[in-house]
C-alpha cells in the first residue's frame, strides 16, 4: 500500500513514514500542496495524509485539487481544533481528521481504518436509495450521488440496519474499528454531511437522543 504524506515540517514527515513503514507501506512525500497534487498526477496512492497550514497551497485548496484528479481516500492533519474547520474537511471530502499533536500509533490506527474496504460485492437497496458496493456507488432516485468513503460506509450501516437504533460507540465500532478515538461532534459532522447527500430522503437518519441514530425510509 502506497501513502502520500504532505506536511511542511520535515520532522513530522519522518515520524509519519518511520511508523507506516514500519507497518509495511510505502511512503513519499510534499512539503506543499502543489508538490502534493504533481505527485498525485503521476502517481498512484491509496491514501493521502495532508496537513491545513502550508506554503504555496494550503490543505483546502490541495482537497479540491486532488479530488478533482483522483478520488484517493485523505486524512488531514491539523493544530486547528475548530469545529469549521472539521466540517469543511469533511464537505471536501476528507475520510478522517487528526489535530496535531497526535500519536504515531493512533494515526496508524486511523489509516488501517480509513484504508479498510468492505469486501462484499452485491447491490442493497433500501425505497429508492441504493448502493452497490461492488462498484461502491449510490444511487438516490436513480441518480448517481458522488459519496466519500466514510459516507459510503456510513449509509451502507444503515441500509443493512433498516428501523435500528445504532448507538455512536456501534457506529465508531463498525466503520472505524475499535481503536478509533472520536468525539460525538465528529461523528455529528459525518452524518449531517451524509444526510445533506441524501436530498428528499435526509430525514430517514434520524436522531436518537443520547444513544445515536437509526434510518427509517421516509421522503419528505
Request: aromatic letters at 8%.
Amino acid at each position: 500500500m502506497r501513502i502520500l504524506v504532505v506536511d511542511d515540517e520535515e520532522l513530522i514527515r519522518d515520524v509519519i513514514k518511520e511508523y507506516a513503514e514500519n507497518e509495511g507501506y510505502s511512503c513519499d512525500e510534499a512539503e506543499d500542496g502543489a508538490k502534493a497534487l504533481e505527485l498525485v498526477q503521476n502517481n498512484d496512492y491509496d491514501l493521502i495524509i495532508l496537513d491545513i497550514m502550508m506554503p504555496k497551497m494550503d490543505g483546502f485548496t490541495a482537497i479540491k485539487e486532488i479530488k478533482a484528479e483522483k478520488n484517493i481516500p485523505v486524512i488531514m492533519l491539523s493544530a486547528r481544533k475548530e469545529e469549521f474547520d472539521k466540517l469543511q474537511g469533511f464537505d471536501l471530502g476528507v475520510d478522517d481528521y487528526v489535530t496535531k499533536p497526535f500519536s504515531p500509533k493512533e494515526l496508524i490506527a486511523r489509516i488501517k481504518a480509513v484504508t479498510k474496504r468492505n469486501k462484499a460485492s452485491d447491490i442493497l437497496t433500501v425505497g429508492n436509495i441504493c448502493i452497490n458496493k461492488l462498484s461502491h456507488e449510490v444511487l438516490v432516485d436513480d441518480k448517481l450521488v458522488d459519496m466519500t468513503h466514510t459516507q459510503f460506509e456510513l449509509l451502507d450501516l444503515f441500509l443493512s440496519n433498516p428501523g435500528i437504533a445504532l448507538s455512536r460507540d456501534k457506529i465508531i465500532e463498525s466503520i472505524w474499528g475499535y481503536d478509533y478515538e472520536a468525539e460525538d461532534r465528529t461523528i455529528d459532522a459525518h452524518i449531517k454531511l451524509l444526510r445533506s447527500k441524501l436530498g428528499p430522503y435526509r430525514n430517514s437518519i434520524k436522531t436518537i437522543r443520547k444513544v445515536g441514530y437509526k434510518f427509517e425510509y421516509e421522503k419528505e
